[in-house]
């Protein structure tokens, strides 16, 4: 409690360490009581109708810190449910299992996890839970950070900010009646579609440990960070907007690659310490690189939906779309955080 | 010779209190190579197993040591969660109604525990992770005890082949988890899960043998 | 330049302070083609399809850095025009000459203005100019900072967050036919019945300046902050989040007063630095603190609205509301930054 | 004597150069009590006026002032910039058609722009504005020319002036502008308005006494 009690002090608006997520659960539960309700042990965040009788229920959960993910993503056309972890870490079994049970309307439920062990590996207990009890479970799994080195041999790449539009989509199409297993090949499609890449400009302290994550220095900044301060793919000098801008988007085109003609979703999120006004001058730079290369923005996001606490910094999340995926995007939500048609 | 259910709650207070004590340590390992929490997740888990210990410790060793699993199973998330409640899970199911513990049911139920790990985590040896500190020790454990060697003896040597296990995964790169986004940047840093599993198995080598609590001059 | 340089560096991204405003208004223009344009020289965000014949016109500007303020208020049922200044410096009149020109519907045009010396002189100006082109202007003051000691004889208390409020409740009443009179009336009522305070727990770095606006120690806070980082009422220690939520929630209460068995919008707002699990943390502790006093909360607005650049803090704005507030603010809105029943 | 449109052009730009050296300074000033833009703001107007001066250098004073003032209120916003602009608009009035400027006709412009602060921001003397620098200023001015000095010395006293009349804000309470939002925490602390004017008529008498630039020891 010594450095818990100093980490407060640290420049949180928190009460301890201990309490921050139930505190932050609590604030939902009461400011969205129109959207969504909240269960504590587990803890869990509800679609206020849960379950919806014949709609595939979608829950996803991982970390808290990255606020409005998941939480404020839970609400007509999105999320069923989501289940936030500790601060940085993957939530645990008996939450999803909790949350697949109360969201099971009948037609199955998909599990939307980021491509972490701990996610992988909690979310794969709660589904052996869950289907010890009759339900219908299928995964998807969020791969989209290029900057991380894939290989057959490793964890392989994180999931990040295609998992916020993913929801959207996916969503959009369970509520338009997909069955699970339509749902769950149209998640696949979206992230397979879809590639991210972030930086940091500082970096995030987790309240338990009291302490930045990592260490940066006042005129370093990191490329490829993941949402957990995990370091990335290099340590280099600051640069401006317009050349850090140029090397994620030219990052994440190769890598899918985006061509020549693509219409694409383009996401540009902030990491939970940038203000909107940079995340807009990010956004002009992204906006020409791609005209630049005949890549048309028939859809955009701006602002900060998958973050890393108070970390500086953004990410850049491109989405190939097509006829079907355009079409959920649009489709109406009504959650905490996106909001659109109704 | 045996263990006894009393000398395994033993054990999984010393393991709480040494990881209470190293928690700062174990983040910081954790730091380098993945998130800062392995510290902050393991408290977490071993506080809640001390908190849910109460009722059970009386009882036979699997209640114990499944209490244990599904403590740490739903308090700790994170990798470490599934991996270190799986490990006790099993270990805890092959010592079901076993009031006194016989030395080879005990390296056996570890065992159990170990391919647990595997089953759930799919790590291979020298991919970095907790794997390269428990398969070494119970090898050497089960070859002392084949030696006729005391249980208490056995799981001395079981430690220092853990830490040994733990310290040799420092040149490795790491292959599985969180380190391995880093690819060649893990080389040169010793993995968080293996030093909390060394400190495990140095627990249990301490309560087993009735080492006086604190007596050890603590490392790391 | 070289200091300018040397701030580009310092952790923003931006590609130079004097190009900060202009790169992220081709920023917004590019992400919000459907809502708005934008002019520049002078710098304008118009609402795409204004003038809107026989509809009040309203304008609204400040300084940049309190971003989605203004521009991400402009559209469908809120604002017709913003004008935004250099980074914290209020607009010059040209801007708002050109806004009131280009929303003008013939039936006369609101400026909404926040109390501010600068913002008040150069609104002022600005409707002289416009007015000797025949145009019909009211202007409205926000004043709603609680922080400051309100006086005959000082500039008054500044204008923060119900700013946000009541652009979104009369720009619904304007879209709803409400004539300029009535509109102003709306606006000086919604103004009246609000409050406002704030609070840092960082400083920020305004780009052109290079370095923090003020200096504050790892284990201070600074109470009653304004919204360009000019000091406020006291510099305190670090305090727990119920601790400042009630400071600041109390100070707003006493001051109105609210009453027992009023109903209020409670708006809390992040400063650009904070994140949103710490907002939803403070949303706790005043939900906690106003149901005690039995004030309740019949709407609620989390999240950063009204910022100071990179910094981390928040302010609390709570709204006495009535029938007619309540309608205006439930009404469809479609901007960037806020959005619902369309 | 008189005053050419030449020495008021070499005026401005002495100004602006002032202006952009004590940038840090006036910004620093205005951190203080306001919100620390003074000097970003000031730099930001005079690099315009800069810029806009060419075509009209050689027209009357009346249209090189008028110019200015649009010029600065046009691109400075805040307080300063309605209030700056206000004053060189209305001192270029008075001016209008004039090629050379006679002493007194000068004074009486200067004096025109104050009227014009004043009504644009309605302060009063003592309220800590840069009202506390003009007023006295331009008294010291007018008296010292009834006295019979030279428009050069009569400038010069006026700059002493508004150099005292900068420092004599200090003391003061805020009661106008964003400083008025500290109350007495404004106190102690000199009012960056009133430092810029005090530049701005030090380097009205360096340009009428054709003082070589850049002789002087800068203050501040
Ligand atoms: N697939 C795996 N198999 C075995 N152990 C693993 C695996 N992945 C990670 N680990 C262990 O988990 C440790 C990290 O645990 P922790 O930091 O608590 O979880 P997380 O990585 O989710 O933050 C690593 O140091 C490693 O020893
Ligand atoms: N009402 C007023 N009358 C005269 N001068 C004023 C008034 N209000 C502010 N000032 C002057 O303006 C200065 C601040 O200018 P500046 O910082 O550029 O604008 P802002 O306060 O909008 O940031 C103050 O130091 C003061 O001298
Ligand atoms: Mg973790
Ligand atoms: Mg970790
Ligand atoms: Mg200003
Ligand atoms: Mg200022």
Redesign the pocket.
Not at chain 2, 176 to 179: D, F, H, S
């Given at each position: 409690m010594a450095e818990a009690t100093t980490t407060t002090r640290l420049k949180k608006l928190i009460n301890s360490p201990e309490s921050e997520v139930k505190d932050a659960l609590a604030g939902m539960a009461a400011a969205h009581a129109d959207l969504l309700r909240v269960e504590y042990d587990p803890n869990v965040i509800i679609r206020k109708d849960a379950p919806k009788k014949g709609k595939v229920g979608l829950v996803s959960g991982g970390g808290s810190g990255h606020e409005p993910m998941h939480g404020g993503f839970v609400g007509r056309g999105m999320l069923d449910a989501a289940c936030p972890g500790a601060v940085?870490?993957?939530p645990t079994p008996d939450q999803m299992a909790r949350a697949t049970k109360a969201v099971d309307g009948g037609a199955g439920v998909l599990h939307i996890v980021k491509n972490?062990?701990?996610d992988i590996m909690n979310f794969e207990m709660a589904a052996e839970l869950a289907r010890a009890e009759g339900a219908r479970v299928n995964p998807v799994i969020t791969n989209d950070d290029v900057a991380v080195q894939d290989s057959l041999y490793t964890?392989g790449r994180r999931g990040v900010g295609v998992t916020v539009l993913l929801e959207k989509i996916v969503g959009g199409a369970a509520e338009a009646g997909y069955d699970l297993d339509k749902v769950t090949e149209l998640a696949k499609k979206v992230n397979a579609n879809g590639r991210s890449m972030g930086m940091a400009l500082t970096s995030c302290t987790v309240p338990a440990a009291g302490k930045p994550t990592f260490d940066i220095a006042d005129d370093e900044i990191e490329l490829g960070i993941g949402i957990h301060g995990e370091p990335g793919r290099e340590r280099t000098k600051m640069k401006s907007a317009d050349e850090i801008a140029e090397i994620l988007t030219s990052t994440v085109v190769k890598d899918l690659p985006f061509k020549r003609g693509d219409e694409v979703l383009a996401f540009v999120n902030g990491m939970g310490g940038t203000p909107l006004i940079e995340l807009y001058v990010v956004y002009n730079a992204v906006n020409r690189y791609l005209s630049k290369e005949g890549i048309k923005i028939s859809r955009s996001l701006v602002g900060s939906y998958i973050t890393s606490l108070e970390m500086a910094g953004t990410s850049i999340t491109l989405l190939k779309l097509d006829a079907e995926t355009t079409k959920f995007w649009d489709a109406p939500v009504h959650t905490a955080a996106l909001r659109w048609g109704v | 010779m045996t263990v006894s259910t009393a000398q395994l709650a033993s054990w999984l207070e010393r393991y709480a209190a040494v990881i209470a004590e190293h928690k700062q340590y174990l983040t910081g390992l954790?730091a380098a190579i993945?998130?800062g929490?392995?510290g902050i997740?393991?408290d977490r888990g071993f506080q809640a197993v001390i908190a849910k210990m109460g009722p059970v410790r009386d009882k036979d060793a699997g209640t114990l040591l499944k209490t244990t699993g599904m403590a740490l199973v739903s308090t700790?998330g994170?990798?470490?969660g599934p991996?270190y409640g799986t490990f006790f899970l099993r270990a805890g199911t092959a010592l079901d109604g076993k009031i006194e513990v016989a030395d080879k049911e005990l390296v056996d139920a570890l065992e159990a525990g170990l391919k647990g790990?595997i089953d759930?985590?799919?790590?291979n040896l020298k991919?970095k992770?907790?794997?390269d500190a428990l398969t070494p020790a119970l090898e050497r454990a089960r070859a002392r005890l084949g030696e006729g060697a005391s249980i208490a003896d056995a799981l001395s040597a079981a430690a220092e082949a853990a830490e040994s296990g733990m310290k040799a995964t420092i040149p490795l790169k790491a292959l599985?988890?969180?380190?391995s986004y880093l690819g060649e940047r893990s080389v040169g840093h010793q993995?968080?899960?293996?030093t909390s599993t060394f400190f495990m198995l140095r627990s249990l080598h301490e309560a087993v043998a009735e080492i006086p609590q604190g007596a050890r001059t603590t490392t790391g």
């Open positions: 940085f870490t993957s972490y062990t701990g964890a | 954790d993945g998130d929490d392995h997740n393991m700790v994170g990798a470490s991996l790990v759930r985590g799919k790590a991919d992770t907790m794997v599985k988890g969180r380190a993995d968080p899960g293996a």
